[in-house]
């Protein structure tokens, strides 16, 4: 249970800086063995000569294949615990802290069980604790499962030995399955966004640009000289097939049965690393989106995290101009807003499709079943939960479908309908079971250049069964006007 959430947060804006220190110390920044690049792209162009482009892909398919640095990963695995424990001993002074052979002991004696930390330490700080586990592994050429071993390894050890309660299932699940998400979209963002070949402030601000998004990288790049070795070429590091991004901001009226702050001001982000209709994608999370979302005044400021990428896909290509894949996705959502309260690590599967209609237009469908090992579901009787099991919220397997259509024209969704369905059985908390829906429809006008204009309305129910208290059902619809500009 990695208990500080800000802490994670400081320790990443404190790793990249001291980090970037270095680098401006380093003279091999500065050197003249190799030239910069002519013109600045926020993600550059790899310079591999063609013959080195395996066939049906790009120069940047071969960036997986580095050297497998076990005692490098295993190193900085047991540093991120170190440093997490000693700030929970040391500065926080946290009683769980306090750890002993014996209280490791007992908790091998005693086992995995649930535990009853608050919703955003479980659902989101333990996905992002994992993603330090992960990345260890990623950033010393470990692939996507191979560094999720790591991931889950890190989360056992830390469970056992580094704090004197008892593991915890749900931190287990967590932090493994939340940090192979949150930890390959991290490393994938850092690592398109690195460049051997540049020199001097264009060096520096890409370093710490990719330590903010990955810091654990930046600190394998710091102790291998990677940091700072400047290089004929861009380096074996992923990069996009393509990439977008699109920022939001607007007004949302919320209509729910219960909510302290009807009208509210919503940022959004969205970028869409990859396509996974693209030829070049043929491994985990070559193609994944991102979607984060801030409102005001809500209970918590980060409202929605939402990271989901292609786990594997089989073409279905026939004759026609229609292209057809059916694909496994895995998800990491967390949400927390006034209507809803949830969280999951999904497994999605089913079919994509992508039909070209003209005008640079295309219409994407997809019908896909949906699996989660352990969902995170606000309950409504929060005292009787608190006393109960020590939380107001359940924890719960789940299973569902969701089904979404998209008119898309230059990369800008002109049109959206979404309809998701997901049925929740309690394995630990108050509640017998949940049924959770949601449906939106959201329209966009492209006005000039970059900027568009659109609106949205969506609309949620929970339906929530108990043996010991009354059934309840929660409506809520929002309507949603914003302004978009979206990065091509």
């Not at 066939?55 to 615990?81: C, M, N, P, S, Y």
């Not at 991931?151 to 287990?172: H, K, R, V, Y």
């Not at 994407?364 to 079943?369: C, D």
């Amino acid at each position: 249970m990695i208990r500080s959430v800000e802490m994670m947060q400081t320790a990443r804006r404190a790793s990249a800086a001291a980090l970037l220190a270095a680098t401006l110390a380093a003279p091999g920044a500065h050197g003249e063995d190799a030239p910069a690049p002519a013109r600045f792209r926020l993600f550059p162009e790899s310079a591999a000569p063609a013959e080195s482009k395996p066939a049906g892909g790009t120069a940047d398919a071969v960036a997986d294949k580095k050297e497998k640095r076990f005692w490098l990963a295993a190193g900085e695995l047991l540093a991120v615990e170190a440093i997490t424990w000693g700030y929970n001993r040391y500065v926080a002074d946290q009683p769980y802290a306090r750890i002993s052979w014996q209280s490791v002991q007992d908790n091998v004696r005693v086992g995995f069980a649930y535990d009853n930390d608050k919703f955003t330490t479980n659902q989101l700080g333990h996905s992002f604790g994992g993603s330090f586990y992960y990345n260890a592994a990623r950033s010393n050429g470990f692939t996507f499962y191979e560094s999720a071993l790591f991931t889950f390894a890190g989360s056992a050890l830390w469970e056992i030995a580094a704090e004197t309660q008892g593991p915890s299932l749900n931190d287990l699940v967590n932090t493994t399955l939340g940090g192979m998400v949150t930890g390959e979209a991290s490393h994938r963002l850092a690592q398109a966004l690195l460049d051997d070949r540049a020199r001097g402030g264009e060096r520096i601000g890409r370093e710490a640009l990719a330590g903010l998004v990955d810091p654990v990288q930046l600190f394998t790049r710091l102790l291998t000289g990677d940091l700072w070795a400047v290089r004929p070429e861009r380096g074996p590091y992923l990069r996009p097939s393509r990439f977008v991004a699109e920022i939001d901001g607007g007004w949302r009226h919320v209509v729910p049965d219960r909510a302290p702050d009807a009208d509210q001001t919503v940022v959004s982000i969205l970028a869409r690393y990859g396509d996974p209709f693209d030829r070049t994608v043929s491994r985990p999370f070559d193609a994944f989106e991102l979607r984060l979302e801030a409102s005001s005044p809500n209970p918590s400021w980060l409202t929605r995290l939402d990271i989901q990428g292609l786990l594997a896909g089989r073409d279905l290509d026939g004759s026609g101009p229609a292209r057809h894949l059916l694909a496994v996705l895995m998800e990491f959502d967390y949400t927390n807003t006034d209507t809803r309260v949830f969280s999951a690590q999904l497994f999605r599967f089913g079919l994509l499709s992508k039909r070209p209609l003209g005008a640079k237009a295309e219409l994407r469908t997809e019908a896909l079943a949906v699996v989660a090992p352990l969902a995170a579901v606000k309950n409504d009787y929060l005292a009787e939960s608190s006393g109960i099991v020590g939380r107001a919220f359940d924890y719960g397997p789940g299973a569902g479908a969701s089904a979404a259509l998209r008119v898309r024209r230059r990369e800008l969704d002109l049109a959206t309908l979404a309809y998701a369905v997901l049925w929740t059985h309690t394995s630990n908390g108050i509640s017998r079971s949940n049924t959770l829906q949601s449906f939106r429809a959201e329209a966009r006008i492209p006005v000039a250049g970059a900027f568009a204009v659109g609106g949205s309305w969506g609309w949620e129910r929970r339906l929530t069964t108990y043996d010991e208290f009354d059934t309840t059902r929660t409506d809520a619809t929002q309507w949603r006007a914003f302004a978009s500009w979206i990065f091509r």
